[in-house]
């Protein structure tokens, strides 16, 4: 799944405004994010920099992460 198959450019910007709000990193910072996710038994899928799939970098002021959990081994 991509990030244009949920949001575009005009829905994202309804929710955040980029580096504000609840997806600025500094409100919750990527690597502990990871750290809880991975906790919980989920694994990172993706990361971007905001809802239109901007690459996520040190000096990005907001991130998007999908986690999924494992596919469960088949017997």
Known sequence: M???DL???ETAAGYDTP???AFAADVI???ELDLM???AG???ESRWADFTGAAFTAESP???TVYRLPAEPTT
Do not use: I, T, Y
């Open 62 to 64: 907001s991130h998007v």
């Open 19 to 21: 580096g504000k709000g």
């Open 7 to 9: 949001w575009n450019a």
């Open 29 to 31: 910072d990527p690597a």
């Open 2 to 4: 991509h990030s244009n």
């Open 42 to 44: 989920f694994v990172r």
């Open 37 to 39: 996710a991975q906790l």
